[in-house]
């Protein structure tokens, strides 16, 4: 059994799937509530690996949350050691900008619903999509995107926003979508950030949309995200 080190940003931004596969594999996370004050630890050694969540603030809201820098601090340590992390939309960004990219406006706009994402020529050759389609359907909520970092290598791609996933080594995946998702995740979300509904454009679905066959597609996002997940999981140690 081995501790993974969890950092939340929202109230419904949890591990959802990731939980259920972690508890399954002999895995504890600990999860720290940023949100609710919870300080960014000085350092990841207890555990072993780092998981960055979702949430609806910027990275580049140091300014409002000076929690950020410290976080941001913290993942580039244990990137830098080489240790399993895995980041999530703004868990990615982090990444991204912790390693010294840039986190921007997504040039198409939100990208918010299911929307497929495609294997780039670099991620036809990784072994984190090994296995996987060439497509697939995944579950997005983001209006900013991330540049990548030096070393990044591009995974995934979208037509609606071109970083979808990148990774760093062995043992660092960062993914712009939401392969964590629940179909009560999906719900909440529609309810809590009903707000962001409101923008306008190509790549923002409407509650219907994004709620139509909503069992179906998290069921087959679930049987994705098992395996996208599994080569993680195995780089934890016990």
């Known amino acids: 059994m081995s501790n993974i080190l969890v950092l939340q940003h929202h109230p419904e931004e949890g591990l959802g799937l990731l939980e259920e596969i972690f508890l399954e594999s002999d895995h504890h996370p600990t999860i720290h ?3 609710l004050g919870v300080p960014v630890p000085k350092n990841s050694n207890a555990y072993s690996g780092l998981v960055i969540m979702g949430g609806p603030m910027s990275a580049n809201d140091e300014d409002r949350y000076p929690w950020l820098s410290d976080e941001m601090q913290l993942i ?3 990137i830098k050691a080489e240790k399993p992390t895995l980041g999530h939309c703004l868990g990615a960004q982090l990444i991204a900008k912790a390693m010294g990219a840039q986190v921007i406006a997504n040039p198409s706009g939100p990208e918010i619903g299911w929307f497929p994402v495609q294997k780039t020529v670099a991620g036809r050759r990784s072994l984190w999509l090994k296995g ?3 497509s697939f359907l995944l579950f997005h909520w983001h209006g900013e995107t991330f540049m990548l970092p030096e070393g990044g290598i591009p995974i995934l791609a979208s037509a609606i926003c ?3 996933a990148f990774s760093i080594g062995q043992h660092c995946l960062a993914l712009q979508g939401h392969p964590e998702v629940t179909e009560t ?4 979300w529609t309810l809590a950030m009903a707000e962001d509904l409101k923008n306008t454009g190509v790549g923002v ?3 219907d949309e994004i709620t139509r066959d909503l069992a179906q597609k998290c069921a087959s996002l679930a049987d994705i995200s098992r395996q996208l997940y599994a080569r993680w999981v195995e780089l934890l140690t016990h």
């Open 33 to 35: 509530r940023l949100d």
């Open 185 to 188: 995740i999906v719900r909440s």
């Open 76 to 78: 580039r340590a244990t």
């Open 205 to 207: 679905q409407s509650v």
């Open 132 to 134: 996987l389609p060439e």
């Open 162 to 164: 071109a970083n979808q």
